[in-house]
Structure formats: C-alpha cells, structure tokens
C-alpha cells in the first residue's frame, strides 16, 4: 500500500515549505517556497554556512556607503542563494520573499522584485523559474500588478480572506497562498468553539476560495499554507498546491493509506457564492470588518519582519 503523499500527490501538487535543502531532496516536491522566517532558520542552524559564507565573500567585494546597506545586501542574496540551491532540487516554481517591511510600499516593493529577478538570472535561473512573494496588503496587490505586467510572477502570501484573495486574482496574480493554520489558531484564541476536521475555520476559509475562483473562472493557482495538521491538509486534497513543512510531509510519508478528492472545480459552478467587486475602498472596509483577516495579516507582516531583524543581526555578527 502506497503512502498518504505519493496518494495526495495525484489530486494536489505539492510544494516544500522550508528553507532546508536536505528535506527537498527527501519529498521530491514540485516547487519549494522559504520566507524571512525559515531563511533565519536555516542560517542560525549553521548547517548551511558555506552558502553564507560565500554571500558575504561576495559583498567584500562591493562598495557600500554604510553597514546597515552592506548587511541589507547580504540578507537579499542569502534568500536568492538559497533559492538558487532550491532550484537545482526542485523541476518548478522557488518562492522567494521581498521584504516584509516593504508590505505598505508599492514602488519599493517593485524594485526590490526587480533586484531579485536580476540576482537569479545573473546566476543563472531564469525568472520563469522565480514566484516574487508579496504580502497580501492594498499596497502589496498594486505591486504585483504592475510587475505581473512586466512578466515577473508573483506569489500574494499572508491571504486571510476571500477580499484579499479576489483582489489578488483581479490583479493578475499567478498564485496566491490562503493560510489555514493561522487562520484556526485566531479562532480557537477568540472563541470557545470545539474545532475538529469538518468545522476548520481555516480549511473552509480555502474552500470558499477555491470553489469562488472555479467558479468565475479565475486563473490564478490558489496554493493552500500554513497547515497545523495531517487532517487540514486530507481536507484539501485537490486544492491547486499544498506548501507543506518537512514535519508534516514526513507524516505524510509515514501513513499508508488513500486520500479522498475533497475539492473539485466542477462541484464549484453550482455553489452559491456573489461575485465580488473590489475597490481599494472596498477592499480596506472589508478587511476592517474581517477582524481575524486584518489581525493576521498585521501579525503575519510583523513576524516576518522580526525574523527579517533577526537575520540582519545575525549577519552582523558574522560581519
């Protein structure tokens, strides 16, 4: 009897969720996606010091105006050098983050989307190779806009709700990333409701998604993130992708048994659901008065962008 990922494996395309090249080359993923968070992880671990070892040999060979500019440079390119790695495991797509303190700045967050296309095709991997991850703020959408008409591909990440992620898909992004886990673990702080499988806040939260992007025909790939369990993830089979953590995928491996198709885009055109119009008035009212969605998103732009300090601070002790 084969196991539960080789059997998620024919519904869902599955994608790593770390920065740990060891476990890619484990699960044979599609694709692979790393954030500020798990970039820290991996240089704090020390595993993987030759990498930084030679960013920051690379940076002693530049010219920067100051410390802070310098540590900057190297940080960007430990991502990239990451992803560059990644793509040599992986046949698809590598993720890789623009900075979560950039979340609220549409022209800087387009640049720094160019530097990092740039970075990878002067090493080599082509941008059709590349997902830009945004976050999914007003401002965040807008850039990914304008760069998805540019060519650069992008990942909308940090999706809560349904506003974020139709407006994402309105502004021709090629993938978003609704969150499941972080979206249950709102609701079992605020509540006293007992969750179990069929209620998930969470996992409904990605349903309602992927049955509203079936249904009006949207193609952007929804890409489903953030699991906490084996049972969130059972629960989406069928969804576009599933970005799984090497802890989960490794449970996975381990339980023999079927999977069940859960989601499927013909079931979605007799689902009763309105088609949205957004504006970027409705767009921040409706965030407002999705207090789960507005929290998470905030939190999910500070965490980022904690871990994104961490690394810097790490750096420069290196330095």
């Known amino acids: 009897m084969t196991n539960k990922l080789e059997n998620l494996k024919k519904y869902s395309s599955i994608v790593a969720d770390t920065g740990n090249i060891d476990s890619i080359k484990k699960f044979s993923p599609e694709d692979c996606t790393t954030n500020p968070s798990l970039i820290y992880k991996a240089v704090e671990s020390k595993k993987y010091q030759s990498i930084v070892n030679k960013v920051i040999d690379l940076s002693s060979s530049r010219t920067f105006n100051s410390k802070i500019e310098k540590t900057d440079f190297i940080v960007d390119q430990l991502a990239i050098s990451f992803g560059i790695e990644l793509s040599k495991i992986v046949p698809g797509y590598i993720s890789t983050e623009v900075n979560a303190d950039l979340s609220f700045d549409s022209k800087a967050t387009i640049e720094k989307a160019q530097q990092i296309i740039n970075s990878y095709e002067e090493s080599g991997v082509k941008k059709n190779r590349v ?46 990333s609704p969150f499941v886990g972080r979206i249950l673990d709102w609701f079992k702080l605020n509540t006293k409701v007992e969750f179990n499988k069929d209620n998930d806040p969470g996992v409904e939260s990605v349903k309602k998604i992927f049955q509203y992007f079936k ?63 957004i504006n970027e008035s409705a767009f921040r009212w409706h965030l407002n008065e999705n207090q789960m969605a507005s929290f998470k998103l905030a939190e999910g732009i500070r965490l980022f962008n904690k871990d994104l300090s961490k690394l810097r601070n790490l750096i420069i002790k290196q330095l």
């Open 215 to 277: 249904k009006y025909k949207l193609n952007t790939i929804v890409m489903a993130a953030s699991f906490r369990s084996i049972s969130q993830i059972i629960e989406l089979a069928g969804c576009d992708k599933l970005t799984i953590s090497p802890v989960l995928l490794d449970e996975l491996m381990n339980l023999k048994g079927d999977v069940d198709l859960k989601l499927k885009p013909e079931d979605s055109t007799s689902i009763d659901i309105p088609r949205l119009s």
């Open 131 to 176: 997902l830009i991850k945004i976050a999914g703020t007003w401002e965040g959408i807008q850039a990914v806009k304008q760069l998805e008409a540019m060519g650069i591909s992008c990942n909308c990440t940090l999706i809560f709700s349904l506003t974020q992620a139709v407006a994402c898909a309105e502004a021709g992004a090629f993938l978003i």
